[in-house]
């Protein structure tokens, strides 16, 4: 039974590292309509940051902070300059420009920090004064930061002015736009936003899957499939998505046989299934669309 | 919207003309050269598969890469597991990602725009994963992959490298008038039709599910058939050749190829093979300079990543592609001198 837990709140501390990644991308959708393909690799160049913060010595808090700061710098201008012109373009376009951002910071990862795979370290002291035999401290630490992480977007898009502003513009553009919100802004905050989330979700699964340019490409996949699951118009419910997809793939890695192989081709099939029989998710709403 | 050129003279000329040097080739420059030609064919025909898709029927794909795996390890296991000769191994293979497509196609069917894309991306992703899965060991070879020795020149007086190349330029135009046939026909309008209006398609009376599963699954066979030509030429797949990266030298090539296009392919494949090559060269040559020049090769950046650059560039400016940009300036061409 031991196991049984151990495995659940593992998959709990992985889930809640693609529960963020599931959250940028969701809310990047939200806004725009748009699935960033570009998002794990946005997160895997934050997580170089942090990395290369570390190496100039700085404490492994103050680098992470920093690496986040400039993750929503990079996310603004990303959108302000690379995606505001396709903005109107065919669905086509906007893949592509996506495809191309993953290509240049797949890349870049590679030509700047090289393709060898590092270690990179914990965010968490390796004691927290407390010990469990069911979870390992960074386990723990993860999932109650990206939980606090969580709770911080939530109060923002709740209480704050701001964070109403990006939800109207999301919801309904012309009609904020007539109430004086420069929605234009509220978009590149929100992909600022995603980028920062994004950059969490990397710093912390790097101590798990090490940092090297393509480290992401799986949690991008377990990210999506937990988005779609949850459904793609409700943060909360692709946050729990994450959290289910986290705790599934662990147990099938262990209580499946030959499981552990197919982890990425089980993403594919919820990915699939969750389309075809419950395209909203389950807690998105349905769109009904008039012909 | 955009439908495959009408065949007039001239571009029957410039067609003849292309396929005269595609022949000499091979005769001009070394079996390197030549095996570099060949793989730019086999990514070009898997670009013409996507621009099917994606160009002519509306569907997207971000993971043709899987389609290209099946073709390829179809024919290296028809090859190894029973010594089957390589020609019929290329239509098994097509057959058999024909197959793989259409099923593809049924969920698929459901899903529209960026629900399709994320799918096909998923399946490109997990490609790798399942190859090296246990159970299909005996028959993928595993993370060791297969070795697939070229197959032997049909013609004396010709080596294995240009015998391939010119049976590959030969699948290459075959496959080109295939699908210019296609696009030409009934079925080729419903599929335009599709893509510009589903709706209106509908009411027409256009099999909607069995024209886009049927493309998906012809594309796909497209995409095998390359698979199974850059295994020939390449002498050996493995899972990880055919990581998502593949599916994206595909679609990068047939956007800068132009999208919806028959010959822009050609420009593509090429595009994607010698490119880097330039890119790589070009570096050298920096490294090789003396004083401030030397310090330039430091900061060109590797050729993928000037690529996603130029995919970008692309769709802001030409979005239609080195052949959509001949096409107008032809057409610009004619009306000046009409003018």
Redesign the interface.
């Known amino acids: 039974m031991d196991l049984f837990f151990q495995l659940t709140l593992a998959g709990l501390a992985i889930g809640s590292i693609y529960a963020c990644v599931a959250l940028a991308v969701v809310m990047i959708y939200q806004a725009t309509?748009?699935?960033n393909?570009a998002q794990g690799e946005m997160a895997m160049f934050s997580t170089f940051i942090c990395w290369t913060f570390l190496g100039l010595g700085l404490p492994v808090w103050v680098a992470a902070v920093l690496a986040i700061g400039t993750s929503f710098i990079a996310g603004l201008i990303i959108e302000r300059v690379?995606i505001k012109?396709?903005e109107n373009?065919p669905?086509?376009?906007q893949?592509?420009?996506f495809?191309?951002?993953?290509?240049?910071f797949?890349?870049?990862a590679?030509?700047i920090w090289e393709f060898t795979i590092k270690p990179f370290p914990s965010l968490f002291p390796d004691d927290f004064g407390f010990k469990s035999e069911l979870i390992g401290p960074h386990h723990m630490g993860v999932i109650a930061l990206t939980l606090t992480v969580l709770l911080l977007i939530f109060l923002f898009f709740r209480f704050t002015r701001v964070g109403l502003a990006m939800r109207a513009a999301a919801a309904n553009p012309d009609s904020a736009r007539l109430v004086g919100i420069s929605v234009g802004w509220m978009l590149a905050l929100g992909w600022g936003l995603a980028a920062a989330v994004g950059a969490v979700g990397g710093i912390l699964v790097a101590p798990i899957v090490y940092l090297e340019p393509n480290m992401m490409?799986?949690v991008l996949?377990y990210a999506?499939?937990g988005a779609?699951l949850g459904g793609v118009s409700s943060p909360g419910g692709a946050v729990l998505g994450g959290l289910i997809v986290g705790v599934l793939e662990n147990w099938l890695g262990q209580y499946v046989p030959?499981g552990s192989?197919?982890?990425?081709?089980f993403?594919?099939i919820l990915?699939?299934g969750v389309?075809?029989f419950k395209?909203a998710g389950l807690f998105g709403r349905v769109v009904i669309k008039r012909? | 919207m955009d439908r495959p050129n009408p065949i007039t003279k001239k571009l029957l000329i410039g067609f003849l003309i292309a396929l005269g040097v595609g022949i000499l080739i091979p005769q001009i420059t070394t079996d390197f050269t030549t095996y570099q030609f060949t793989l730019a064919i086999s990514y070009g025909i898997a670009m013409l598969g996507l621009n099917i898709l994606?160009g002519y029927n509306g569907q997207?794909s971000?993971g043709h890469s899987a389609f290209f795996a099946i073709g390829a390890y179809t024919a290296a296991i028809m090859i190894e597991h029973f010594a089957i000769d390589p020609y019929t191994s290329i239509v098994i293979a097509a057959f058999a990602a024909f197959v793989v497509g259409f099923l593809f196609g049924l969920?698929a069917l459901?899903?529209e725009?960026?629900?399709l894309?994320?799918?096909t991306?998923?399946?490109a992703?997990?490609t790798p994963?399942?190859l090296?899965?246990?159970?299909f060991e005996h028959w993928t070879g595993g993370v060791q992959g297969i070795f697939v020795p070229k197959p032997e020149p049909l013609m004396e007086g010709l080596s294995a490298d240009q015998s391939l190349y010119y049976v590959a330029m030969g699948i290459m135009v075959f496959l080109m008038v295939v699908a210019w046939s296609i696009l030409n026909s009934r079925s080729g309008r419903a599929m335009m039709a599709i893509r510009d209006n589903p709706?209106a398609a509908a009411t027409m009376g256009i099999n909607l599910p069995m024209v886009k599963t049927t493309t998906f699954g012809l594309s796909a066979m497209y995409a095998g058939i390359g698979g199974a030509l850059f295994t020939y030429s390449s002498e050996f797949v493995s899972p990880d050749t055919f990581n998502?990266?593949i599916a994206?030298y595909i679609?990068?090539g047939s956007?800068i190829g132009g999208?919806a296009t028959i010959p822009g392919v050609i420009f593509g494949g090429l595009f994607i093979v010698f490119m880097p090559n330039y890119a790589q060269d070009l570096k050298l040559f920096f490294e090789g300079t003396e004083g401030p020049w030397a310090a330039v090769a430091g900061v060109v950046?590797?050729p993928?990543?000037i690529?996603?650059?130029m995919?970008?560039l692309v769709?802001?400016f030409v979005?239609f592609g080195v052949w959509g940009g001949i096409e107008r300036l032809w057409a610009w061409t004619k009306r000046r001198s009409a003018g």
């Open positions: 309509d748009h699935f393909f690379i012109p396709v373009a669905v086509l376009n893949i592509i420009v495809i191309g951002l993953l290509m240049i797949n890349n870049v590679g030509w490409s799986g996949l999506f499939a779609l030959g192989e197919l982890k990425l081709t993403a594919l990915i699939v389309l075809l395209p012909v | 994606t997207f971000v969920p459901r899903l725009g960026l629900y894309a994320l799918a991306f998923g399946f992703v997990a994963q399942l090296k899965f246990d159970a709706v998502f990266f994206v679609l990068v956007v999208i950046p590797p993928w990543a690529f996603g650059v995919l970008i769709i802001y979005p």
